[in-house]
């Protein structure tokens, strides 16, 4: 198929307009018949792995590093995935094309398939691989201008030994709970630590720090997910020179921090200024999280496969 062009367009007049096609067990499916069974262990037990791409200017962002972080997590819960990684991959583009994106989040979700009502997943005949694309905006733009403020919240990340956090799972109760903590402190984002104490990542992004000149990240050890963007920001600071870091970080390095900024698919580059009360530095986005900023934007703009 070719590109975009004559494609049905999502936006229409008033309440009109063409329904969004999903895919979903190997063909295109308008919105409201894409359904899975209520049998699903992906509904009933949270069994099943996803990933949220983005889209920029006609081009999927690091869709070959998504993919592959999906049969990854795939095989770490022995969930066969009936596609290879280019059937996916193509399927994805596909999805865009169809509905017209060029600019746009897609979730990529697999489900253990229907089952029984036990835990077995064996009984589990036919993996269901779900494609949606649309558009989101996770904060408002002022975020991005003014900065956030965040909370730490008492719900611990998952222990590597339960629910591994490398593992981008369908069962995100763990960051759900982390974030209902965080809206009843009246903040949008939280920080949560692991087991030990230490700063693990956010409810839905990593976490990053400059402190005298040095970008400083939780390595994954401490529960941090491999987060796409996160690489992409570690690239941007080795062009830039920016020495990099991994240390365990507690609480009192990130309220002494120089400047902090949270990374996520959805979110991108978010400027931190507040963290338990305390102002980050003079409380106003940093310089250098401008300059990461920009540059993930233009690299995203830039790269990344065609659609």
């Known amino acids: 198929m070719g590109k975009t062009e004559g494609l049905p367009r999502r936006k229409g007049w008033g309440n009109l307009r063409r329904p969004m096609k999903v895919f979903i067990d190997g063909k295109f499916v308008d919105e409201k018949k894409a359904v899975v069974s209520v049998f699903d262990h ?126 981008k799972s369908l069962n995100y109760l763990n960051n759900i709970l982390a974030k209902i903590e965080a809206i009843n402190a009246g903040c949008i984002e939280a920080i949560m630590l692991n087991a030990e104490g230490f700063v693990a990542e956010c409810t839905g992004d990593n976490i990053f720090m400059m402190k005298n000149g040095r970008l400083l990240t939780p390595p994954f050890a401490a529960g941090a997910l491999q987060g796409i963007t996160r690489g992409v920001v570690l ?50 986005p940093g310089k250098m999280t401008k300059k990461f900023m920009a540059a993930y934007h233009e690299v995203a703009n830039q790269t990344g496969e065609e659609i």
């Open 235 to 284: 690239d941007i600071a080795g062009d830039m020179g920016v020495e990099v870091a991994e240390p365990n970080l507690t609480r009192y390095d990130l309220f002494n921090a120089d400047e902090c900024f949270i990374t996520g698919t959805a979110a991108e580059v978010v400027p931190v200024v507040k963290i338990d009360g305390r102002l980050v530095a003079n409380g106003r």
């Open 42 to 167: 992906g509904l009933l037990y949270g069994d099943g792995v996803f990933e949220g791409i983005r889209a920029y200017n006609g081009r999927v962002f690091k869709l070959k590093e998504h993919v592959e972080r999906l049969f990854f997590s795939a095989k770490a819960i022995l969930l066969k995935i009936p596609m290879s990684q280019k059937a996916v991959a193509d399927a994805v583009r596909e999805t865009c094309r169809r509905n017209g994106i060029r600019d746009g989040y897609i979730r990529l979700v697999v489900t253990r398939g229907a089952g029984t009502l036990g835990l077995d997943p064996n009984r589990c005949k036919n993996p269901q691989v779900i494609i949606i694309a649309d558009k989101i905006q996770l904060y408002p733009k002022a975020f991005y201008e003014k900065g956030l403020d965040i909370v730490t919240v008492p719900t611990t990340r998952n222990h590597p030994n339960a629910v591994n956090p490398a593992i």
